[in-house]
């Protein structure tokens, strides 16, 4: 059996190929992972599967007050106020809620949110919480106070 000179060069060669592509699919794999990570899993902040949000059916003079809370990212959400005549009559929507959030357990007073009619007769309005933790929403409406609690996470 005869060696050539040769042999040991490309035997280097042939682990130095190797270890490039080792050094560049590890890299490619972990943005890989990453990716999946968000496709699967979201960019929820912090926010726990199941804490979309909060609803609430009250019955009042004449009808029923929707009221919903949903939560967006980072600490962001949006309240949905929809009056449902007994009738079916669409007036009272255009009486506007009074809305305003406070949180439980703390001094911190309370914030009014602005809500702007829609055109399918509900009021919407949005905001952001300072800070994760039960906040208290009340809706004064035609006369009537309504509460709901959420959790902002």
Excluded: C, K
């Amino acid at each position: 059996m005869t060696w050539s000179a040769s042999e040991p060069r490309s035997s280097y060669f042939r682990t130095m190929r190797t270890l490039r592509v080792a050094l560049l699919a590890i890299p490619l794999a972990l943005v890989a992972a990453t990716v999946a990570a968000f496709l699967v899993f979201g960019l929820s902040g912090e926010r726990e599967p199941g804490s979309t949000g909060s609803a609430r059916a009250v019955d009042v003079a004449g009808g029923r007050l929707l009221v919903a809370v949903e939560d967006g990212q980072a600490y962001a959400f949006e309240i949905t106020v929809r009056f449902e005549s007994d009738e079916g009559s669409n007036d009272a929507t255009l009486i506007q809620p009074s809305v305003s959030m406070t949180m439980v357990g703390h001094d911190m007073g309370r914030t009014p949110v602005q809500m702007l009619r829609r055109s399918d007769g509900s009021w919407r309005g949005a905001g952001t919480f300072s800070m994760g933790g039960r906040w208290r929403f009340q809706i004064a409406f035609d006369g009537e106070i309504v509460r709901l609690d959420h959790t902002a996470r």
